[in-house]
C-alpha cells in the first residue's frame, strides 16, 4: 500500500530533478541577477532596463509580432489540415512537402529568405529579368522596415506552420467519424458541421498548438536577426544584445524574465479562456 | 638576454623542448586560426625546434586569467597578442616585462607604432600588425566628381579633400545615376560606430568622446543628417562592405580593412583605396595596432621571444597581410609587396596615416565596458539621424552616460 502510493512520485523523480538543476537553478540565478546589486536587493537594473531606449520597442515588436504571425499560422494550418484530411491522390507527399520546414533550423530559415528578398536576390533578379521592375525593391534596411517586417511574418509562417499543421491534422483525425455520420443524417452542411462538430472537437489541438506557438513567438530572434538585425528589436534579440555585446547579465536576464512572465500570462490565459467545453458534462 | 639557439633541428638540452603558450584575442576567427597553425607556427617550429600552443582567447578571459596567474604567482603564458589599449590596461597593473634591452635585427619598425608601445620609458610591446578603416571607391565614381574637386585630391588625401565635398559628390551620384552610391556597415555585426566615435567626431570635435555633446558635435550630426538621403538605405542591414562593392550595389564605401579586401582581391582594377575625408578640426582615424607582449615570469621568456623575432620578420608579416589583411608594422615589408591589390590597399593606408591633418584615434579600452561605448554612438545614431531627434538634446542625455563609463573603468575620456 505504502509503496504502490510511492511509485508515481518515484517514477517522475529523475524528470523532475532534470527540471530542477537544470530550468530552476538557473531561474533563481537570473532572479539574482536582476534583483540584486552587490549581494543586495535592488531595483537599479529593472530601472536601467525600462529606462533603456530598446526595450519598449522590443516589447512592442514582440507582440505585434506575434499578433501578426500566430492567428494567420492557426488559420492556414486549419485549412491546410481540413484539405489533407481528405483522400486524394499525392496526399501523402502534399503532406510530407508541408512538414519540411520543420526541420530547418530558424537561422537557416532566415539566410533562406535573405537569399531571396534581398537587392540581388531570386525575387529582385526574376522581376527585374522580367521586366516588371527596374530597380530592385528593398526588403532590408531601417527605411525600410514595415518590409522588413513583412518578410519576418512570411519567413516565420513559412517556417513554423508546419508545426501546428501537424497537430490539427492529428487531432482531426481523432474525431470520431459517428457524429459526422448523425449530422449528416441530420442533412447538415459542410460549414454547420465545420462550425458545431469539427472546430468545437479540434479545441484541444487547437489550445496546445497556440499554446506551443504563442510562447515560441515571445522567443523570436533568429529569423528576425538575420532579416532585420537590431532594425526592428525584439525581447530575446535585445537579451542576446546585452549579454554579448554590453555584457550586462542583469539587465539580460531582466529581458529573460520579461519572457518568461509574458510565457506565463498568455500560456494561463489560454488555458482560462479555451477549455474544451465538450469534456465537461454538463447537468 | 636573448638565448641563442644551436643548429635548428638538433635536439639540445631541456630549454629546446619548451613549448610557447600564446595566447592572442586576435586571428580567432576559424579560418585566421588555421593559417596560424599551419602555416605560421608549423615554419616556425621546423626553423627552431620551438612547439607552439595558439589560443584564440576574448580579452575579458585574457584579462582573468592573466591577472589570476601573476595574483597566485603561477605565470603559464608566454606570450600575448592584443590590441595597444589591453596591453596598456596590463602594463599598468604591472603584468608585463620590460623588453627594452631586447634587439631585433634586420627591420625598422614604423614610428608611430615605436612611440605608442614605449609607455613611461618602458617597452611595453613589439608592434606585431597594424589595421585601419579606410573609404573604397569604385573608379566608376570618379566620373560624376563635383566641382572643385578633383581625382588627385581624393587619392592623396589634400586639403579639398573634406566632408563637405564627400557630401556634394555623394550628392551628385544620387543625382546622376538615379540611386544612393554611398554605403556604411551599420548593420548589428558592422563596424560603422567606429566611423562615428573614431573618425567624424574627431574630424569635427578633435576629440573621440570628450566633446561628445560639444557645440562642435551639433554641426556633425547636423550633416549626418544631410548626407544619410545619399547613403545606401540598406546600409543599417550590412556587416561588412566587400559584397555591397563587389555587386556594385555602391561605389564608394567606408570600412575595415579587413572587410573591403576580398573587394580589392576580387577585382583590383575596379577599386582605389583613399584616405577619409577631412573636417574643420582635421583628418580624424583610427589606427587598430596588435603588439606581441611577454608576462611577468613566463616560463618561457626566451622562447616566445624567438617567436617574436619570427612573427615581425619582413616575410613574415608581408604573409600576414597576404592571407588575413592585417598591416606590417615594419617598413622592409611595405616596400617586398608586389604589385597588386595588397599594394594598393597598402598605399591607400599609407596616403591616410600620413596626410600632415592626421587626427590619430585609439580604440579606447573599456574592457568589458567596449559594448556600452559602441552602444551609446549607436544610440545616437539612430535618434539622431534615422528618427530625427535634436542633436543638441540626445547628444546632452547620452553625454553623461558615456564618460560615466570612462570614470568607472578610471582611464581618461578620449
Known amino acids: 500500500m ?35 546589486k552587490n549581494g543586495v536587493f535592488s531595483l537599479d537594473t529593472v530601472r536601467k532596463t525600462i529606462s533603456d531606449y530598446y526595450f519598449w520597442s522590443a516589447l512592442k515588436y514582440t507582440i505585434a509580432l506575434a499578433i501578426a504571425i500566430v492567428p494567420t499560422q492557426l488559420a492556414l494550418a486549419v485549412v491546410l489540415a481540413l484539405i489533407m484530411n481528405r483522400f486524394f491522390r499525392g496526399r501523402d507527399l502534399a503532406i510530407y512537402a508541408l512538414v519540411i520546414p520543420l526541420t530547418i533550423s530558424d537561422v537557416a530559415a532566415g539566410l533562406i529568405w535573405y537569399s531571396m528578398l534581398s537587392p540581388y536576390g531570386f525575387l529582385n533578379k526574376l522581376l527585374i529579368n522580367i521586366g516588371i521592375i527596374s530597380q530592385p525593391i528593398y526588403f532590408f534596411g531601417y527605411q525600410f522596415r514595415s518590409m522588413e517586417f513583412l518578410a519576418i511574418v512570411l519567413a516565420e509562417v513559412w517556417r513554423a506552420t508546419s508545426i501546428v499543421f501537424v497537430i490539427i491534422l492529428a487531432g482531426l483525425q481523432m474525431i470520431s467519424k459517428e457524429y459526422l455520420e448523425a449530422a449528416d443524417v441530420f442533412g447538415a452542411s459542410y460549414w454547420m458541421k465545420l462550425r458545431r462538430i469539427v472546430i468545437p472537437m479540434l479545441k484541444p489541438s487547437i489550445q496546445s498548438a497556440l499554446i506551443i506557438r504563442t510562447l515560441f513567438a515571445m522567443q523570436v530572434f533568429g529569423i528576425v536577426w538575420i532579416l532585420a538585425g537590431r532594425d526592428i528589436p525584439v525581447l530575446a534579440g535585445e537579451g542576446f544584445y546585452q549579454l554579448t555585446e554590453i555584457h550586462d547579465y542583469g539587465v539580460a536576464s531582466i529581458y529573460a524574465l520579461v519572457i518568461a512572465g509574458l510565457s506565463i500570462l498568455l500560456g494561463a490565459l489560454y488555458i482560462k479562456f479555451l477549455r474544451a467545453e465538450y469534456l465537461e458534462v454538463k447537468v | 638576454m636573448a638565448f641563442a639557439i644551436v643548429a635548428s633541428g638538433c635536439i639540445g638540452g631541456q630549454k629546446e623542448e619548451a613549448k610557447v603558450l600564446w595566447l592572442s584575442t586576435q586571428l580567432n576567427p ?20 620551438i612547439e607552439v600552443e595558439f589560443v584564440p582567447i576574448s580579452y575579458s578571459d585574457l584579462s582573468m586569467r592573466l591577472e589570476s596567474e601573476v595574483q597566485t604567482g603561477k605565470v603559464t603564458i608566454d606570450l600575448i597578442g592584443e590590441l595597444h589599449g589591453g596591453l596598456d590596461y596590463f602594463n599598468s597593473k604591472g603584468w608585463l616585462m620590460d623588453l627594452s634591452d631586447k634587439k631585433l635585427e634586420g627591420r625598422t619598425f614604423i614610428s608611430t607604432f615605436e612611440k605608442y608601445s614605449t609607455i613611461g620609458g618602458k617597452k611595453v610591446y613589439i608592434p606585431w600588425m597594424s589595421a585601419t578603416y579606410v573609404m573604397v571607391v ?15 585630391d581624393v587619392m592623396k588625401g589634400t586639403d579639398k579633400w573634406t566632408y563637405d565635398a564627400f557630401l556634394e559628390w555623394a550628392k551628385k551620384l544620387k543625382e546622376e545615376t538615379g540611386s544612393p552610391q554611398v554605403g556604411f556597415p551599420a548593420g548589428p555585426k558592422g563596424l560603422f560606430v567606429r566611423f562615428l566615435h573614431g573618425y567624424i567626431y574627431p574630424a569635427y570635435t578633435g576629440y573621440q568622446a570628450k566633446a561628445f555633446d560639444s557645440s562642435d558635435a551639433a554641426p556633425m550630426w ?5 548626407l544619410w538621403p545619399y547613403v545606401h ?21 567606408w570600412d575595415h580593412t579587413a572587410r573591403i579586401k576580398t573587394a580589392i582581391v576580387e577585382k583590383p582594377d575596379d577599386f582605389v583605396v583613399v584616405p577619409v575625408p577631412r573636417g574643420p578640426k582635421g583628418r580624424g582615424f583610427i589606427l587598430v595596432v596588435v603588439g606581441l607582449a611577454i608576462p611577468k615570469d613566463a616560463p618561457n621568456a626566451d622562447a616566445a621571444w624567438e617567436l617574436i623575432d619570427y612573427l615581425t620578420k619582413p616575410e613574415t608579416q608581408v604573409k600576414v597581410l597576404e592571407k588575413v589583411g592585417f598591416f606590417p608594422t615594419v617598413k622592409e615589408a611595405s616596400g617586398a609587396l608586389p604589385e597588386g591589390p595588397l599594394k594598393i590597399l597598402a598605399e591607400g593606408v599609407a596616403a591616410q596615416a600620413g596626410t600632415p591633418d592626421a587626427v590619430v584615434a585609439m580604440i579606447p579600452n573599456l574592457g568589458a565596458k567596449g559594448g556600452e561605448f559602441k552602444d551609446v554612438y549607436r544610440t545616437a545614431f539612430e535618434r539622431i539621424v534615422l528618427k530625427g531627434e535634436d542633436p543638441a538634446t540626445v547628444t546632452k542625455e547620452l553625454g553623461p552616460k558615456l564618460k560615466g563609463l570612462f570614470d568607472e573603468v578610471g582611464i581618461e575620456v578620449p
Not at chain 1, 8 to 32: D, E, K, N, R, T
Not at chain 2, 234 to 253: H, N, Q, R
Open chain 1, 2 to 36: 505504502e509503496r504502490k502510493s510511492l511509485l508515481p512520485y518515484l517514477l517522475i523523480l529523475p524528470a523532475f530533478a532534470y527540471l530542477l538543476f537544470f530550468v530552476g537553478y538557473p531561474l533563481v540565478q537570473a532572479l539574482f541577477l536582476a534583483f540584486t
Open chain 2, 30 to 49: 576559424p579560418e585566421e586560426r588555421v593559417f596560424v597553425q599551419d602555416e605560421l607556427l608549423s615554419k616556425f617550429t621546423d626553423e627552431t625546434g
Open chain 2, 138 to 152: 569604385n573608379k566608376k565614381a570618379f566620373d560624376y566628381l563635383p566641382d572643385g574637386l578633383t581625382k588627385d
Open chain 2, 233 to 253: 538605405p540598406s546600409s543599417t542591414t550590412w556587416d561588412a562592405m566587400s559584397d555591397p562593392l563587389l555587386k556594385g550595389e555602391v561605389l564608394i564605401a
Open chain 2, 222 to 226: 547636423n550633416y549626418l543628417k544631410e
